[in-house]
């Protein structure tokens, strides 16, 4: 079976542009989360999503938002990109998103900002 | 608030000797503690997890162990490999309703053959 994919894997834009990125959670898990991590760090909670709907929000600005399709895909869209957004952005799924569960990882999509 | 505090940044140790990292959190409604390994340039990958609910958990070489009255909780690996070398994250999880994960700094582990 296929893990989390996440796509693209590389993406380089400039201040002010906006971006998205993609996530396809293991087969049957239906909830999805995106996390930030900044070179050196540990990764930083943004959203979670369950069943199309928004379950857990991080410390976040709204430039930050992010959705969920019927097949449990997912999108993170960012807007008007800082120099502080250049980051890993990994993508995580879960069976039912309840908080004890195992949540596995993507590759991430690393975005560096211009 | 929410918080994780993990020691040390950096160990290094020699193949077949023990490695031992500590994780401390803040929330006491915290109760499901994952630990993930994180090679160059590669996915978090979950190496093993804890719930609140137990105290130790073995898996082969690798153990956890959890005090809850202290918060604390810490990852065990014995007989060492030069694989085993990658940044290991420890994380927290307090709510039954949402997977969002508070994680430690990493710790960096180096094993030299």
């Known amino acids: 079976d296929a893990g989390v994919t996440q796509s693209p894997t590389h993406l380089i834009k400039t201040r002010g542009q906006h971006v998205t990125l993609r996530c396809s959670p293991i087969s049957g898990h239906k909830s999805v989360s995106w996390y930030q991590q900044v070179l050196g760090q540990g990764p930083q909670f943004i959203f979670q999503?369950?069943?199309?709907?928004?379950?857990g929000r991080g410390n976040f600005p709204d430039r930050f938002s992010a959705r969920q399709f019927p097949n449990y895909s997912s999108e993170l869209n960012v807007n008007a990109l800082l120099l502080g957004d250049s980051a890993l952005y990994l993508c995580?799924?879960?069976?039912?998103?309840?908080?004890?569960?195992?949540?596995?990882f993507g590759d991430g999509t690393r975005l560096s900002i211009l | 608030g929410e918080n994780v505090e993990q020691h040390p940044s950096t160990l290094s140790v020699q193949e077949g000797d023990s490695a031992v990292i500590k994780c401390t959190y803040s929330?006491?409604?915290?109760?499901?503690f994952p630990w993930y390994k994180q090679e160059l340039g590669k996915r978090p990958q979950l190496i093993i997890d804890?719930?609140?609910?137990?105290g130790e958990k073995k898996d082969q070489r690798i153990a956890v162990t959890l005090n809850k009255t202290a918060k604390h909780f810490s990852l065990h690996i014995t007989e060492t490999q030069p694989e085993d070398s990658a940044v290991y994250f420890c994380?927290?999880?307090?709510?039954?309703?949402?997977?969002?994960?508070?994680f430690g700094t990493g710790t960096r582990l180096q094993v030299f053959p």
């Open positions: 999503y369950y069943e199309k709907e928004e379950r």
């Open positions: 994380a927290a999880s307090r709510d039954h309703n949402t997977d969002k994960l508070i």
């Open positions: 929330d006491s409604a915290s109760n499901y």
């Open positions: 804890i719930r609140s609910n137990v």
């Open positions: 995580a799924s879960s069976l039912e998103g309840s908080g004890n569960q195992p949540q596995h």
